[in-house]
């Protein structure tokens, strides 16, 4: 049971424009979600995040947009650079049995951003 | 500072050999840990995490198992490996929480594991 989806498995943008990368979730007891980078061969890691009681958090180039009723997200990056191609993750965070804290990935989608 | 180490970077094993990865945090105590495996097509999926010593959760049922034997060490054991087990592993860790403050989790940089 995929809790969270990224359904889009690769993007292509060209470098100076908007990529957008979605993510969706079944779970309604997530209250936490992360986007995490990922290069082949190295560890993920943490990108932005956004609280199940915000809308949008903002870092720089990098948005993130939470849509509760709809359960989902994305992550808006702009403008696009070549280094930023690399796999993305979503992430959506819940407690779980005993009180402990577990992460939930998608599957991940490829951002290559051409130059 | 905190640091996560994860080893060996790379590993090739037989069928049927056992297997034993070691991960190790420093700079915090009581993180909660976790063991993650990234395969072709499957993402990152949650193998293991645990919240304290002796303190395992298992997500799905596999030929894997976790331990945790001390409070800043995570290791991921198998005692027959299958060729299915290959992949990417991964250690993370999160501090604890405070409040409604939730935190991210830092990884490790992952062993490479190739089972022939």
């Known amino acids: 049971d995929q809790q969270v989806k990224q359904n889009s498995p690769s993007l292509s943008v060209q470098e100076g424009r908007i990529s957008i990368l979605n993510c969706d979730y079944t779970n309604s007891m997530f209250d936490y979600f992360l986007w995490y980078k990922k290069y082949p061969a190295e560890g993920p890691t943490f990108l932005i995040s956004?609280?199940?009681?915000?809308d949008k958090n903002e870092d720089g180039r990098f948005t993130v947009f939470l849509n509760k009723s709809a359960k989902h997200l994305s992550l808006h990056i702009v403008p696009s650079q070549p280094g930023d191609s690399a796999v993305y993750f979503c992430?959506?965070?819940?407690?779980?049995?005993?009180?402990?804290?577990?992460?939930?990935f998608g599957k991940g989608t490829k951002l290559t951003v051409n130059p | 500072s905190q640091t996560i180490h994860q080893w060996p970077a790379t590993l090739v094993q037989p069928v049927g050999s056992p297997l034993s990865l070691e991960c190790t945090v420093e700079?915090?105590?009581?993180?909660?840990l976790y063991w993650y495996r990234q395969a072709a097509g499957r993402g990152l999926q949650l193998l293991f995490y645990s919240v304290g010593i002796g303190q395992i959760s298992s997500e799905v049922p596999q030929n894997l198992s976790a331990s945790r034997p001390q409070d800043r060490q995570f290791i991921l054991s198998s005692k027959k490996l299958l060729l299915s087990d290959s992949g990417f592993y991964l250690c993370a860790y999160k501090t604890p929480e405070t409040g409604l403050m939730s935190t991210e989790a830092f990884f490790g940089q992952g062993t490479r594991l190739t089972v022939v």
């Open positions: 700079g915090t105590s009581n993180p909660n």
């Open positions: 956004i609280s199940s009681i915000k």
């Open positions: 992430a959506a965070s819940a407690v779980a049995q005993g009180g402990s804290e577990k992460l939930v």
